[in-house]
């Protein structure tokens, strides 16, 4: 059996509908964009938005998963291994990051980003830090994803003057002494 590929089409038409999205919610806000919006801005149908999407939220997620795939679901690399590309992947879409993040424009996929950030970080340290107990791996993982989150608020508000691998090498020269004190020898 031959491996399907994406119809270039349905390809075509999903970018149309990120893209539309991501134009609204640059200058408005989550709950002020409905589907009527978005396939406007698009310049198709609700009947075409619904044979890709089942609802804004589906297409919100479609349209952060750039951000999303930064931070990986496991992996064996070190906890904080994503942070410099998170840094830089935001800094490259800062003008959408900003709203997103900062002003909550982006509705539900704020919430998932930073779930996403502490799904992977507990992963690897109930990995890499068995002899730690679980109440220790729980505080652990709110403290570093808390702190991930918001040196990444800080740098997007306040921090222009700095570039994403400045702001992601001052992060981890933060967070690492620590979590090598805790680490197994």
Same mark, same amino acid.
């Given at each position: 059996?031959?491996?399907?590929?994406?119809?270039?089409?349905?390809?075509?038409?999903?970018?149309?509908?990120?893209?539309?999205?991501?134009?609204?919610?640059?200058?408005?806000?989550?709950?002020?964009?409905?589907?009527?919006?978005?396939?406007?801005?698009?310049?198709?149908?609700?009947?075409?938005?619904?044979?890709?999407?089942?609802?804004?939220? /589906?297409? #919100?997620?479609? *349209?952060?998963? %750039? $951000?999303?795939?930064?931070?990986?679901?496991? @992996?064996? +690399?070190?906890?904080? &291994?994503?942070?410099?590309?998170?840094?830089?992947?935001?800094?490259?879409?800062?003008?959408?990051?900003?709203?997103?993040?900062?002003?909550?424009?982006?509705?539900?996929?704020?919430?998932?980003?930073?779930?996403?950030?502490?799904?992977?970080?507990?992963?690897?340290?109930?990995?890499?830090?068995?002899?730690?107990?679980?109440?220790?791996?729980?505080?652990?993982? /709110?403290? #570093?994803?808390? *702190?991930?989150? %918001? $040196?990444?608020?800080?740098?997007?508000?306040? @921090?222009? +003057?700095?570039?994403? &691998?400045?702001?992601?090498?001052?992060?981890?020269?933060?967070?690492?002494?620590?979590?090598?004190?805790?680490?197994?020898?």
């Amino acid at each position: 059996m031959c491996p399907e590929t994406p119809d270039p089409r349905a390809v075509r038409t999903q970018n149309r509908l990120r893209g539309a999205l991501l134009d609204l919610l640059r200058a408005r806000s989550w709950d002020d964009i409905t589907v009527a919006d978005v396939v406007a801005h698009a310049r198709c149908s609700r009947s075409t938005f619904y044979a890709h999407y089942d609802d804004r939220d /589906a297409l #919100l997620a479609d *349209a952060f998963l %750039g $951000a999303m795939d930064i931070v990986p679901a496991a @992996g064996a +690399d070190y906890c904080l &291994a994503f942070v410099p590309d998170l840094f830089e992947h935001l800094g490259q879409h800062r003008i959408l990051a900003e709203p997103y993040l900062v002003q909550g424009h982006g509705g539900p996929m704020v919430q998932a980003l930073r779930d996403r950030i502490h799904t992977h970080l507990r992963e690897r340290l109930d990995a890499t830090m068995p002899n730690l107990t679980e109440d220790r791996r729980a505080e652990l993982t /709110a403290a #570093l994803g808390g *702190a991930v989150w %918001g $040196a990444l608020l800080w740098w997007l508000e306040d @921090g222009r +003057d700095v570039t994403p &691998a400045d702001a992601a090498a001052a992060l981890l020269a933060l967070l690492t002494p620590g979590l090598t004190r805790l680490a197994p020898a």
